[in-house]
């Protein structure tokens, strides 16, 4: 979007590229697709319109014939409504066409037009080198479809002879027609010969090789014509054998090309001649694009197909076929581009069948020579081998249910592709055989009807199977649960037993300690079992050696679990007598028996081996890719043989830093558990043990059981969970310290503030053009602790100039962004043409702000010498610049303005006198310092007029010359120059005035001639002298200031040396976009919300300075203005978008990747001279530069076109554009304005084939011509594209148009920054820095979020974000090696990535997360991912609690799908020990760990209840109490739960303090605090391990699009309800209810702060769940508002649903969506909500037992079951109630109405009798009937759960009106206990108040009026 804002600063390139067109979607673009061919005829009609109406109806008939033609029937979509349109139009314009036409007949009228356009339009833009490619294409298509037109006319006007210079003309069209075809990059066609990309060496030599065809036998059929002119080449005879469709060969022919040209340029040493490709560059692209392919072949055991020649030429050409076929393979291959090894599997047969062609093989069977299995017809391959494989992937892909199916029903991506790693992959032959395994699932379809009875076949899973369960998470990382059972088991050992550090190594204590091999030996068996249970439904693929292997595991495992144990109970002291009987060969001895020893040392064995490769990761390395047998046997029982995840090690110095980090970090927490949690447990439970009476106050069933173990078990439960869980604690702590201090040691933060910047300004031009600016010398990289530059200094000018480029292109861009003014862009630029006289630097004015004046007071008061005068003013280096600048800029001034001869020799006299007393020191003694200042006022005078240029203020200037030249003459100097006083009287005498001149011979020349360059000088002198302190503080704008600190800072990071624009890395971005917001209408603008706020009201007064500055760039005084004409409202219309999430944004950003290079190739190319007239004079072509090929403008045109392509891959461009959608104008409109944008997209169209219509879909790429978009690409697809999770599939169907060698995925929301492109260069030099073992293979980048400034929520998030994206993200690079890609700006591998499966996995449901699998897949293929954080991308998050709940929903959605993954199970497996742990505690492990603290709060809460009900926990007390038994009453009276909201803001406190200052981060932190960050926090932990949990149990995750608007409006309460009510609200009551009961049973906390104290914690997180959602909601407690809420809850839990009734309207239809996932859910997943709803039981369990009622009976006293019983006659009497209303309702109510009111009375008097005898003989009291409600609720609740549950059964029953009745009261209930509180706190005014302060901090921090945002900006407007 560089070209998007018009004329922002004072360029006119900018606005010269701004086109302005209506937003209406041109009709001719609404064309239904199956008449997409009559849209150019169409388009043409509408071009023409204007200039002949008649020929462009003619067109429009001739379409509608054409249209009528194509489908008669008018079936297809939208056709019958477009032909009536169309006839509508036709008859409308008939009759006034007519009366324009300027010819008597039709047929005339079209030939002389045709005649007209070819002579004057065609023929004068075909000027050979000079011509317009884009221009010329276009004209040549339009008079192409003009003849047919014209043919069709004649035809219709029956005239037999057409002129014959129409016949010349219309054959040259055709011949040219062909010649000049669309194209993306480079012109490869006859015409595109001399455009300047193809002038470049290396594209000759790619082209050149590319069409060198000699000894290519070709097929007669094929193309003849162009086979005679020898226009053919190496890929068009590919396309002839084997069948690819023209425009893949022309897409990858370009691909092709550009890859090679990009590796011969690169090559070191330089290639000779240059336009001959090196055989280095070729295999430098071979060996990376087949590294895949040969691993494979090696890996299954077979040759690979790439068989070379003997001849040198040949074997270049054989290189050049091989690569060619693999591309196009590649790039046809659809959705089968997801399994990398079934694209090996058709290269490797294709290659083999192209080596017999070129060989001249003949067929055994024939006798013929070799030709291709599946011939060479057009759309062969996609026909024949593309389509099936697809239709295999389609009918699994269907298995899958919309997402419901369960993971084990059918097979994903990953499935099919793993087909392909077994050698039995190539029994299905070439050509594939129909009845392979492979097409079991596709195969039944084609046999008709007979094969509806068999269920179809399933190819099967693979090596893995995603079942729904937890023990995933066991399975996966069984090595690190069976360290933390084991040290669990070893610290209770020497906690029980009393064993001290120093007593560990004694005889007794490791015999005692040794048990934990028994325990290890169960977990190998329940690892063992696990393998086989999960993976059994992928019993299909089993193959022999994976059984056997399992089956041994098992049975090895049982040996080990029997063999042990004996082994160890033998050896103990009461072991069974019998079994010392049996071994009786076993010698006696004290201590550990020595079976046992040995049975340990060979259990240990294979743990030696692996510790032994775990030290020597190279040794491991060799043996996982080694092929040899042994080896292979002996890892085949260690691991079972996969293509991926073998040699992933990392370099010895890596596993040394990981494994130390890990050390340290389980050290201290073993420490932390033992002392902190296990040892103080230890006393009390022996205690507790101990106690024998217990006084059970309900009915116990083992009232006679010793040791207290319920209660036991309810003290050790949290603990054991927070034993597994703070490990996350510890990594937060260790990875934030660690991360801090890496930090540090990279130069973060080390500019942070302007001061620092100023203080550090002189060593920017040398740090800019160490990293910035290529030099031929070779760089050492590493650290030091000084970073020191080469000053430039005044005499390198050409490097102070290239300094000034960069710099001022950077401010100008700030400028173009409003985040400053012109005033601050003046102060900010450097001269761009510096002047040859000054040596010195000219700094930006802001840093010399004041000098002058400052310096002019010193002077004047100074009493000294001269050289002290000068050393304090050298002192200040600006100073002394700003001086000397001065003195020099004001000569060059005089010298421009006094042009009289008498005149210029006075002032030369004074210069000379100065100077000459300035070097002889002397200058004070003979030059009064005070009258300075005075004559400073004149020159300020003086160059304020020059500034001006006013003609008619010439006579001021000469008195201002009279002035000063008189303070000099007369005040100042002390002693008279003789000289001066002699030119005097002579002036006198001539009776002329001096300056004064006469018209024939003026004294002064006012005004000057203004170039440019004067301009800027005079400008520039007047900041000087002017500007005071104020300029300090420029740039005033936060951004501006956040963006120019961290890019100054960055260079003096630690960054590789950039090298030459044609020398770097080519790179492509791609951006997948659906249909989000792409730039903001003006309705969107004006339209306000319920408060009467609009987005531009909104903006004005987030951004107020950007706002003023938008409108002194429009040179608008007052806001109406604006809106008064179309270029402003535009202009207005993106500067909405660009400070929202919409794409406009994004492409802008993206497109200064372009401008960064061509400046920077400007740079590179450059002559001095030029380099001294600035980049400017190029930026402005004049038109010759702009036609010629050869002019520098068209070279760096060419160079960045090499070297970047943008992508954005606009799924549904093509529906919008026919559906005349809006967003499509505005996506061709982004085109137009950045010619280099590319679209791709999805093109459906509906396509006759024997009189079926079907649908057939193309990927289609287009660009901007002449403000229309121009097709380029069209590849037909094998079906529909999105058959996975959305994103993936849109990222690979337009991954085959991007180019380069790195590719970087940018989202929809992102932004970019000119400062930060021009760094681009020296990221991809990453690729080739040594980074360990492997090269890099993904190079992550930070982002910065800029959604931060809306609202306290969207702070904390960006600030949460922020920390992950650096800090989080720098300590997974290094040291623990496990940083994956989490979505946004990491660049990859290009040719790494496509040919292994592409830069996201596809698989629906599994791969919800998909841009993370990425990360997996390429670690697990040998990849490497860096992290880089000396460049950063913009990135917008989520502002709205409701909008961050969503996205945080999604994440834990995705990651309870990748617990199931087969990738999370291999790197689980594959890490070593001590990676693994890293690899799990920053992906799932992080999650599982919310979920843990979850579980936490309700087994200590239950255990309390438990204690308390049961009586258990009064009698520990009594006996504490009696015994004084301290440490047991602490135990009791415990507090359990960690604070974590406070841990998520350490990691951002170090990062805050790294890059602001620890001082400022100190008080964002207590801002935070008060804001209430630790109640979002909280919030947020439930979100999360509500949604994990559920995943992982349920499934139904699903893609949630997050808002990504400006969210500053209320949420109602409904709509809160509905959200948060199942993840927060039920959860957060039933916290409460518990914290309740606790304090109404509990006997530990006799007084209310001890209980309060234990508590608190507790509360705050119920406070947190259930309120945060109205904390944090705008205007959340405000009355009128409050009111409306209440009103539209009711409406929607009364309203009743329905088929098609939405989940906002009814509550029915919500709460049938909220069980969703019980629908889908496997019997598991049903038993697990039934055992887990079981826990409300025990309320009613106890508390009955505790009601007076009960203790004053009989039964009671003996605390009987019965009671119990009883109990649940009050449910059947309240159930049977109900029933008996409703039933009444039913039969009564309507005709019988009066029966059903006598029935409720009834059944009133009954209860209510009920009551009163209870209350007068039972003795019921109030209080009874307060804890019956505890005790029934939940009871309810449980049944609830249960019904919902059985849903099946309950509906077969015909209770579900009944649960759904007595659910909606639960939901009532829910609701109005939420609403209550919320509601009386709205009665008080200040609390909405508080709350918008609270919220909007930021805001009023910045001087906002938030208040008048939300009160609606009516009121005040």
């Given at each position: 979007m560089s070209n998007m804002d018009a004329g922002l600063t004072r360029r006119p390139s900018r606005s010269a590229a701004m086109t302005t067109f209506s937003t209406e979607v041109f009709d001719n673009e609404v064309v239904p697709s199956s008449l997409g061919s009559i849209a150019p005829i169409l388009r043409i009609a509408t071009e023409v319109e204007s200039e002949r109406p008649r020929v462009a109806y003619l067109c429009r008939f001739y379409a509608f014939e054409k249209a009528h033609r194509l489908d008669p029937s008018s079936s297809g979509r939208g056709v019958r409504q477009f032909k009536t349109s169309l006839l509508q139009r036709l008859e409308r314009d008939n009759a006034s066409s007519l009366a324009s036409r300027v010819k008597k007949t039709d047929a005339r009228e079209i030939q002389s037009y045709y005649q007209q356009y070819y002579e004057h339009y065609v023929r004068a833009l075909d000027q050979g080198e000079q011509a317009d490619r884009a221009q010329l294409g276009k004209a040549y298509q339009t008079a192409g479809v003009l003849f047919e037109v014209l043919c069709a006319v004649n035809k219709t006007e029956k005239v037999e002879e057409v002129a014959p210079e129409i016949i010349a003309a219309a054959r040259d069209v055709q011949e040219?027609?062909?010649?000049?075809?669309?194209?993306?990059?480079?012109?490869?066609?006859?015409?595109?010969?001399?455009?300047?990309?193809?002038?470049?060496?290396?594209?000759?030599?790619?082209?050149?090789?590319?069409?060198?065809?000699?000894?290519?036998?070709?097929?007669?059929?094929?193309?003849?014509?162009?086979?005679?002119?020898?226009?053919?080449?190496?890929?068009?005879?590919?396309?002839?054998?084997?069948?690819?469709?023209?425009?893949?060969?022309?897409?990858?022919?370009?691909?092709?090309?550009?890859?090679?040209?990009?590796?011969?340029?690169?090559?070191?040493?330089?290639?000779?001649?240059?336009?001959?490709?090196?055989?280095?560059?070729?295999?430098?692209?071979?060996?990376?694009?087949?590294?895949?392919?040969?691993?494979?072949?090696?890996?299954?055991?077979?040759?690979?197909?790439?068989?070379?020649?003997?001849?040198?030429?040949?074997?270049?050409?054989?290189?050049?076929?091989?690569?060619?076929?693999?591309?196009?393979?590649?790039?046809?291959?659809?959705?089968?581009?997801?399994?990398?090894?079934?694209?090996?599997?058709?290269?490797?047969?294709?290659?083999?069948?192209?080596?017999?062609?070129?060989?001249?093989?003949?067929?055994?069977?024939?006798?013929?020579?070799?030709?291709?299995?599946?011939?060479?017809?057009?759309?062969?391959?996609?026909?024949?081998?593309?389509?099936?494989?697809?239709?295999?992937?389609?009918?699994?892909?269907?298995?899958?249910?919309?997402?419901?199916?369960?993971?084990?029903?059918?097979?994903?991506?990953?499935?099919?592709?793993?087909?392909?790693?077994?050698?039995?992959?190539?029994?299905?032959?070439?050509?594939?055989?129909?009845?392979?395994?492979?097409?079991?699932?596709?195969?039944?379809?084609?046999?008709?009807?007979?094969?509806?009875?068999?269920?179809?076949?399933?190819?099967?899973?693979?090596?893995?199977?995603?079942?729904?369960?937890?023990?995933?998470?066991?399975?996966?990382?069984?090595?690190?649960?069976?360290?933390?059972?084991?040290?669990?088991?070893?610290?209770?050992?020497?906690?029980?037993?009393?064993?001290?550090?120093?007593?560990?190594?004694?005889?007794?204590?490791?015999?005692?300690?040794?048990?934990?091999?028994?325990?290890?030996?169960?977990?190998?068996?329940?690892?063992?079992?696990?393998?086989?249970?999960?993976?059994?439904?992928?019993?299909?693929?089993?193959?022999?050696?994976?059984?056997?292997?399992?089956?041994?595991?098992?049975?090895?495992?049982?040996?080990?679990?029997?063999?042990?144990?004996?082994?160890?109970?033998?050896?103990?002291?009461?072991?069974?007598?019998?079994?010392?009987?049996?071994?009786?060969?076993?010698?006696?001895?004290?201590?550990?028996?020595?079976?046992?020893?040995?049975?340990?040392?060979?259990?240990?064995?294979?743990?030696?081996?692996?510790?032994?490769?775990?030290?020597?990761?190279?040794?491991?390395?060799?043996?996982?890719?080694?092929?040899?047998?042994?080896?292979?046997?002996?890892?085949?029982?260690?691991?079972?043989?996969?293509?991926?995840?073998?040699?992933?090690?990392?370099?010895?110095?890596?596993?040394?830093?990981?494994?130390?980090?890990?050390?340290?970090?389980?050290?201290?927490?073993?420490?932390?558990?033992?002392?902190?949690?296990?040892?103080?447990?230890?006393?009390?439970?022996?205690?507790?043990?101990?106690?024998?009476?217990?006084?059970?106050?309900?009915?116990?069933?083992?009232?006679?059981?010793?040791?207290?173990?319920?209660?036991?078990?309810?003290?050790?439960?949290?603990?054991?969970?927070?034993?597994?869980?703070?490990?996350?604690?510890?990594?937060?702590?260790?990875?934030?310290?660690?991360?801090?201090?890496?930090?540090?040691?990279?130069?973060?933060?080390?500019?942070?503030?302007?001061?620092?910047?100023?203080?550090?300004?002189?060593?920017?031009?040398?740090?800019?053009?160490?990293?910035?600016?290529?030099?031929?010398?070779?760089?050492?990289?590493?650290?030091?602790?000084?970073?020191?530059?080469?000053?430039?200094?005044?005499?390198?000018?050409?490097?102070?100039?290239?300094?000034?480029?960069?710099?001022?292109?950077?401010?100008?861009?700030?400028?173009?962004?409003?985040?400053?003014?012109?005033?601050?862009?003046?102060?900010?630029?450097?001269?761009?043409?510096?002047?040859?006289?000054?040596?010195?630097?000219?700094?930006?004015?802001?840093?010399?702000?004041?000098?002058?004046?400052?310096?002019?007071?010193?002077?004047?008061?100074?009493?000294?010498?001269?050289?002290?005068?000068?050393?304090?003013?050298?002192?200040?280096?600006?100073?002394?610049?700003?001086?000397?600048?001065?003195?020099?800029?004001?000569?060059?001034?005089?010298?421009?303005?006094?042009?009289?001869?008498?005149?210029?020799?006075?002032?030369?006299?004074?210069?000379?006198?100065?100077?000459?007393?300035?070097?002889?020191?002397?200058?004070?003694?003979?030059?009064?310092?005070?009258?300075?200042?005075?004559?400073?006022?004149?020159?300020?005078?003086?160059?304020?007029?020059?500034?001006?240029?006013?003609?008619?203020?010439?006579?001021?200037?000469?008195?201002?010359?009279?002035?000063?030249?008189?303070?000099?003459?007369?005040?100042?100097?002390?002693?008279?120059?003789?000289?001066?006083?002699?030119?005097?009287?002579?002036?006198?005498?001539?009776?002329?005035?001096?300056?004064?001149?006469?018209?024939?011979?003026?004294?002064?020349?006012?005004?000057?001639?203004?170039?440019?360059?004067?301009?800027?000088?005079?400008?520039?002198?007047?900041?000087?002298?002017?500007?005071?302190?104020?300029?300090?503080?420029?740039?005033?704008?936060?951004?501006?200031?956040?963006?120019?600190?961290?890019?100054?800072?960055?260079?003096?990071?630690?960054?590789?040396?950039?090298?030459?624009?044609?020398?770097?890395?080519?790179?492509?971005?791609?951006?997948?976009?659906?249909?989000?917001?792409?730039?903001?209408?003006?309705?969107?603008?004006?339209?306000?919300?319920?408060?009467?706020?609009?987005?531009?009201?909104?903006?004005?007064?987030?951004?107020?300075?950007?706002?003023?500055?938008?409108?002194?760039?429009?040179?608008?005084?007052?806001?109406?203005?604006?809106?008064?004409?179309?270029?402003?409202?535009?202009?207005?219309?993106?500067?909405?978008?660009?400070?929202?999430?919409?794409?406009?944004?994004?492409?802008?950003?993206?497109?200064?990747?372009?401008?960064?290079?061509?400046?920077?190739?400007?740079?590179?190319?450059?002559?001095?001279?030029?380099?001294?007239?600035?980049?400017?004079?190029?930026?402005?072509?004049?038109?010759?530069?702009?036609?010629?090929?050869?002019?520098?403008?068209?070279?760096?045109?060419?160079?960045?076109?090499?070297?970047?392509?943008?992508?954005?891959?606009?799924?549904?461009?093509?529906?919008?554009?026919?559906?005349?959608?809006?967003?499509?104008?505005?996506?061709?409109?982004?085109?137009?304005?950045?010619p280099s944008l590319r679209v791709a997209y999805i093109d459906e169209v509906e396509e006759r084939e024997g009189g079926k219509v079907q649908k057939v879909y193309y990927s289609v790429l287009v660009k901007a011509v002449d403000n229309l978009d121009q097709e380029i690409y069209r590849i037909k697809l094998p079906g529909a594209v999105k058959l996975g999770e959305g994103k993936p599939e849109n990222q690979n169907h337009a991954v085959i148009f991007t180019r380069g060698e790195a590719l970087q995925a940018i989202d929809m929301n992102q932004d970019n920054y000119l400062e930060e492109a021009f760094k681009m260069r020296n990221l991809l030099e990453e690729f080739n820095e040594d980074h360990g073992v492997r090269p890099p293979t993904i190079l992550g980048v930070r982002e910065h979020i800029f959604t931060g400034s809306v609202s306290s929520l969207a702070w904390f998030m960006s600030n949460q974000e922020t920390s992950f994206v650096t800090i989080g993200q720098r300590v997974l690079a290094r040291p623990l090696k496990v940083r994956f890609h989490y979505g946004h700006p990491d660049v990859f591998d290009r040719i790494f990535h496509i040919t292994r499966g592409g830069m996201s996995k596809a698989s629906r449901n599994v791969n919800l997360s998909e841009d993370i699998f990425a990360g997996f897949n390429s670690v697990l293929r040998r990849g490497n991912v860096t992290h880089h954080e000396y460049i950063q991308v913009g990135k917008g998050r989520d502002v709205g609690l409701n909008q961050i709940s969503l996205f945080e929903a999604k994440v834990a959605c995705g990651n309870g799908e990748q617990t199931l993954s087969r990738d999370i199970y291999r790197l689980g497996h594959r890490f070593d020990f001590f990676r693994m742990m890293s690899f799990y505690f920053t992906t799932i492990g992080s999650y599982l760990s919310s979920l843990l603290i979850v579980f936490t709060v309700y087994a200590f809460l239950y255990g309390k209840l438990y204690l308390s009900l049961s009586g258990l926990e009064e009698s520990i007390v009594k006996f504490a109490e009696t015994r004084k038994d301290d440490p047991l009453k602490a135990v009791m009276a415990q507090q359990s739960l960690v604070q974590l909201g406070l841990l998520m803001t350490f990691p951002m406190f170090m990062e805050m303090g790294l890059e602001k200052g620890f001082r400022s981060a100190l008080g964002d932190l207590i801002i935070m605090q008060l804001q209430l960050a630790t109640i979002f926090f909280t919030f947020s932990l439930g979100t999360k391990a509500h949604y994990f949990g559920r995943t992982v149990l349920h499934g139904g995750a699903k893609y949630r699009a997050t808002g990504r608007g400006f969210v500053v409006r209320h949420e109602k309460f409904a709509e809160n309800y509905r959200m948060y009510s199942r993840s927060h609200f039920v959860k957060g009551l039933e916290i409460m209810i518990l914290l309740i009961c606790y304090s109404v049973y509990g006997k530990s906390t006799k007084n209310s702060t001890v209980f309060a104290v234990i508590t608190f914690s507790l509360w705050f997180l119920v406070i947190s769940w259930v309120f945060a959602p109205f904390l944090f909601n705008p205007s959340g407690f405000e009355w009128q508002k409050i009111v409306d809420d209440w009103d539209d809850w009711q409406k929607w839990i009364g309203s009743r649903g329905g088929i098609g009734v939405p989940a906002n309207k009814s509550w029915e239809s919500w709460w049938d969506e909220e069980q969703d996932h019980l629908k889908h859910t496997g019997i598991l997943g049903r038993v697990w909500e039934i055992i887990l709803s079981l826990r409300f039981f025990i309320y009613q369990y106890g508390i009955v037992y505790q009601l007076n009622l009960t203790k004053s009976s009989e039964a009671g006293e003996d605390l009987s079951i019965i009671v119990y019983g009883m109990s649940w006659l009050v449910i059947f009497a309240l159930m049977i109630i109900l029933k008996i209303v409703s039933l009444g309702r039913k039969k009564f109510s309507a005709d019988f109405q009066l029966m059903f009111r006598l029935l409720k009375l009834v059944l009133f008097l009954a209860f209510t009798v009920t009551l009163v005898l209870m209350f007068l003989f039972l003795n019921l009291k109030v209080g009874d009937l307060l804890q019956s409600l505890l005790a029934y609720l939940p009871t309810g609740w449980a049944l609830l759960q249960i019904a919902q549950a059985c849903r099946p059964i309950v509906k077969g029953l015909g209770m579900w009106g009944s649960v759904k009745a007595i659910a909606r009261g639960y939901e009532y209930l829910m609701g109005l206990v939420i609403f209550v509180p919320v509601g009386v706190l709205a009665w008080f005014p200040f609390v909405s108040e508080f709350q918008t302060r609270l919220l909007f901090n930021q805001a009023f921090s910045r001087g906002l009026q938030i208040q008048r945002i939300l009160a609606g900006g009516k009121k005040q407007n």
């Open positions: 040219k027609k062909e010649i000049y075809s669309p194209y993306n990059i480079l012109p490869l066609d006859a015409a595109g010969a001399s455009q300047s990309i193809m002038q470049l060496e290396e594209v000759k030599a790619a082209v050149a090789a590319l069409w060198n065809t000699r000894g290519l036998n070709w097929p007669a059929s094929f193309e003849p014509q162009r086979q005679k002119s020898g226009d053919l080449d190496l890929l068009d005879w590919l396309r002839a054998m084997f069948g690819f469709q023209k425009d893949n060969v022309r897409n990858q022919r370009e691909h092709l090309i550009l890859l090679l040209a990009n590796s011969h340029i690169r090559l070191h040493p330089k290639p000779e001649p240059l336009n001959k490709l090196d055989e280095r560059a070729l295999d430098a692209v071979m060996s990376k694009l087949f590294k895949n392919y040969k691993t494979w072949c090696k890996f299954l055991g077979r040759k690979h197909s790439l068989r070379l020649p003997q001849g040198p030429q040949e074997i270049q050409q054989r290189k050049m076929l091989y690569m060619g076929l693999y591309l196009l393979i590649w790039g046809e291959a659809a959705n089968i581009r997801f399994m990398p090894e079934c694209l090996c599997y058709i290269f490797h047969n294709m290659a083999y069948e192209l080596h017999g062609l070129l060989a001249g093989n003949v067929s055994i069977v024939t006798g013929e020579n070799i030709k291709p299995s599946y011939g060479g017809d057009d759309e062969a391959f996609l026909r024949k081998v593309v389509t099936p494989i697809y239709r295999v992937i389609e009918t699994e892909a269907k298995k899958n249910k919309d997402g419901n199916a369960a993971n084990s029903d059918w097979c994903n991506y990953d499935d099919l592709n793993e087909y392909f790693w077994s050698s039995d992959c190539f029994s299905l032959g070439w050509p594939m055989r129909d009845d392979g395994d492979f097409f079991k699932s596709t195969r039944n379809k084609g046999q008709g009807r007979k094969a509806v009875q068999r269920k179809s076949g399933s190819t099967g899973k693979s090596n893995f199977v995603e079942m729904r369960s937890f023990w995933h998470l066991f399975r996966s990382f069984d090595r690190l649960w069976t360290f933390y059972i084991l040290a669990l088991q070893a610290m209770l050992i020497a906690g029980f037993q009393n064993i001290s550090p120093m007593e560990l190594f004694e005889i007794d204590s490791l015999y005692a300690l040794s048990s934990i091999f028994i325990t290890a030996a169960f977990l190998r068996l329940l690892q063992s079992l696990l393998d086989l249970i999960l993976n059994f439904p992928g019993y299909h693929r089993w193959r022999f050696s994976d059984v056997l292997r399992n089956v041994l595991k098992l049975i090895v495992s049982l040996v080990w679990v029997i063999v042990l144990p004996i082994c160890y109970v033998q050896s103990s002291n009461y072991s069974p007598v019998d079994v010392k009987g049996i071994l009786p060969f076993l010698p006696k001895q004290s201590g550990i028996p020595p079976l046992y020893l040995l049975a340990v040392a060979l259990y240990l064995l294979p743990n030696l081996l692996a510790a032994c490769l775990f030290l020597f990761p190279m040794l491991r390395r060799w043996i996982e890719n080694s092929d040899w047998h042994i080896i292979r046997l002996l890892l085949w029982w260690s691991q079972p043989r996969i293509y991926v995840g073998r040699g992933m090690h990392e370099s010895q110095f890596s596993l040394i830093k990981y494994t130390l980090f890990w050390v340290v970090l389980l050290c201290s927490k073993v420490a932390f558990s033992y002392y902190m949690q296990i040892k103080p447990l230890v006393k009390p439970t022996k205690d507790i043990m101990n106690i024998k009476r217990i006084k059970y106050t309900w009915h116990e069933f083992f009232p006679e059981g010793s040791g207290n173990y319920g209660a036991i078990f309810s003290l050790w439960l949290p603990m054991i969970l927070i034993y597994f869980m703070d490990s996350q604690i510890w990594y937060s702590i260790y990875s934030t310290l660690c991360g801090g201090v890496i930090g540090a040691f990279d130069r973060l933060g080390e500019i942070r503030t302007l001061g620092m910047l100023r203080s550090r300004f002189q060593s920017l031009p040398g740090a800019f053009n160490t990293y910035l600016v290529p030099s031929d010398k070779t760089p050492k990289r590493g650290f030091s602790f000084s970073k020191k530059f080469a000053e430039v200094t005044a005499s390198r000018r050409s490097e102070a100039a290239k300094f000034a480029q960069l710099w001022n292109e950077v401010i100008c861009s700030f400028r173009e962004e409003d985040l400053i003014s012109d005033r601050e862009m003046d102060l900010l630029l450097v001269p761009y043409t510096s002047d040859p006289s000054l040596k010195i630097i000219q700094w930006p004015p802001f840093l010399l702000a004041s000098k002058i004046p400052i310096a002019l007071d010193m002077a004047a008061q100074f009493r000294s010498r001269d050289s002290d005068l000068w050393k304090r003013i050298c002192a200040d280096e600006y100073m002394k610049c700003a001086v000397i600048e001065c003195y020099e800029t004001f000569k060059i001034v005089l010298n421009a303005l006094v042009v009289g001869e008498n005149e210029k020799r006075i002032i030369n006299i004074i210069i000379k006198e100065i100077e000459s007393n300035i070097s002889k020191n002397t200058f004070l003694a003979n030059f009064r310092m005070g009258p300075l200042p005075a004559l400073c006022k004149k020159v300020v005078e003086l160059v304020a007029i020059l500034k001006d240029a006013d003609p008619s203020k010439k006579d001021t200037v000469v008195l201002l010359l009279q002035d000063m030249l008189e303070v000099v003459t007369r005040d100042m100097m002390v002693n008279e120059i003789r000289e001066l006083v002699e030119l005097g009287h002579s002036n006198k005498e001539s009776g002329r005035q001096l300056f004064a001149g006469t018209d024939a011979r003026p004294a002064i020349m006012f005004p000057p001639v203004g170039t440019a360059q004067w301009e800027e000088q005079i400008r520039r002198f007047h900041l000087l002298l002017t500007v005071k302190e104020s300029a300090i503080d420029v740039p005033t704008n936060l951004e501006a200031r956040r963006r120019i600190t961290f890019f100054s800072n960055s260079l003096f990071m630690d960054m590789p040396r950039a090298p030459r624009v044609r020398k770097m890395l080519s790179f492509s971005v791609l951006t997948p976009y659906y249909s989000e917001e792409t730039v903001y209408s003006r309705a969107d603008l004006e339209l306000e919300n319920e408060d009467g706020v609009s987005i531009i009201y909104y903006l004005q007064k987030i951004f107020p300075d950007e706002w003023n500055n938008f409108m002194e760039r429009l040179n608008c005084k007052k806001e109406s203005e604006v809106w008064e004409n179309d270029e402003n409202i535009l202009q207005l219309r993106h500067w909405v978008s660009l400070r929202g999430q919409t794409l406009c944004r994004t492409v802008r950003g993206m497109m200064y990747y372009r401008r960064a290079l061509k400046l920077q190739a400007f740079l590179d190319m450059a002559s001095e001279t030029e380099i001294l007239e600035g980049y400017k004079a190029i930026t402005i072509p004049s038109e010759e530069e702009k036609k010629s090929q050869r002019s520098l403008y068209a070279q760096l045109e060419a160079v960045a076109d090499m070297k970047f392509t943008y992508v954005a891959t606009c799924q549904i461009y093509g529906n919008q554009k026919r559906n005349g959608d809006r967003r499509a104008t505005d996506i061709l409109n982004l085109m137009v304005n950045n």
